[in-house]
């Protein structure tokens, strides 16, 4: 991977870090999550216009299946959240993703990465996995409770990850990465809408826009900016499988955000975590 695309990809998750930041403080995540990807799809509809472009029914049905795989995981994510904390949840749905996409893009795009390049992906795996451990000593605790409501819900999620990541690595054969992910994320929060007022209720909803407007505001822009630099850079060349990787490095720096800001407890395992992590990087950028 160039340097350009390591740099771009390396701002996208900084921007991305601003989402778990505001959901962090949300006292109904559910909710907030909708009103993140509503603001966004405001913020950005004037680029729908301005990038506009038709492309052939096929197109279309890429975006719709990636929609439907994006609706899964806000939606999986937070079913998850009702029955498990997030020491279980994130080092399941995000450390499943990118073994997953790595699969799937070796099986339908034909990527065949070297294994220096398959050694990085593993090292962000296992960092991904490590950095939201509840204490260094439980190493098996997530896996464990595999056999619970929650933690099936965070595999869910990250299967959804990948598979939304691999449909838009041809998604972008048809459509500008901006415009792409704007009608995305517009997909994604009418098809939400419903599952989060059965979910959560219309009061719900209210409350979090009164409360967390401004956070959600900010948010918005910065999740869709985030994914559009990650879509470009895909654009430029980049392996589905190392873009959808290296764009997990924002869990780490919320974790890091988490202990170093909001004085949080487990310092210890998001160290080691984004240590594995950043070599991950490494390997992918010098034998990648």
């Known amino acids: 991977m160039s340097f350009t695309n390591l740099l771009l990809i390396l701002g996208s998750a ?11 403080g949300a006292a109904n995540r559910s909710a907030r999550v909708w009103w993140i990807l509503a603001f966004g799809s405001i913020l950005f509809a004037p680029m729908v216009f301005l990038r506009w472009q038709s492309p052939p029914l096929e197109g279309y049905l ?6 439907v795989f994006e609706v899964g995981y806000y939606f999986s994510i937070a079913c998850a959240y009702h029955f498990a904390g997030m020491s279980v949840v994130y080092p ?9 996409l790595l699969a799937w893009a070796m099986l339908l795009l034909g990527e065949r990465p070297p294994l220096g390049g398959v050694g990085g992906i593993a090292l ?12 260094l000593g439980a190493w098996l605790e997530p896996l464990q409770a595999v056999r619970r409501s929650g933690p099936r819900w965070a595999l869910l999620a990250g299967v959804c990850i990948s598979g939304y990541t691999v449909t838009d690595r041809f998604g972008l054969q048809y459509f500008d ?12 929060s009418v098809g939400l809408l419903p599952l989060t007022v059965r979910q959560t209720g219309w009061s719900a909803l209210k409350d979090e826009l009164r409360v967390g407007w401004r956070g959600a505001l900010a948010a ?18 980049a392996p589905a499988s190392y873009a959808g990787a290296m764009r997990e490095i924002s ?14 407890a487990g310092a210890w395992p998001r ?8 070599a991950g990087v490494m390997m992918i950028k010098l034998f990648g």
């Not at 962000?124 to 204490?135: K, Q």
């Not at 869990?251 to 949080?264: P, Q």
């Open 220 to 237: 918005g822009f910065t999740n869709i900016a985030a994914y559009a630099i990650v879509l470009y850079v895909m654009t430029l060349g």
């Open 14 to 24: 900084c921007l991305h870090v601003v989402a778990h930041i505001v959901l962090r």
């Open 62 to 67: 890429i975006l719709l299946i990636s929609g």
């Open 271 to 278: 160290m080691l975590g984004a240590g594995l992590v950043a």
């Open 92 to 100: 399941l749905a995000r450390g499943t993703a990118p073994a997953l």
């Open 124 to 135: 962000i795996v296992l960092g991904l996995y490590v950095v939201n451990l509840p204490r």
């Open 251 to 264: 869990v780490v720096l919320g974790a890091a955000v988490g202990v170093f800001w909001f004085k949080e």
């Open 177 to 188: 990465p901006l415009l792409y992910t704007v009608l995305k994320m517009w997909l994604a």
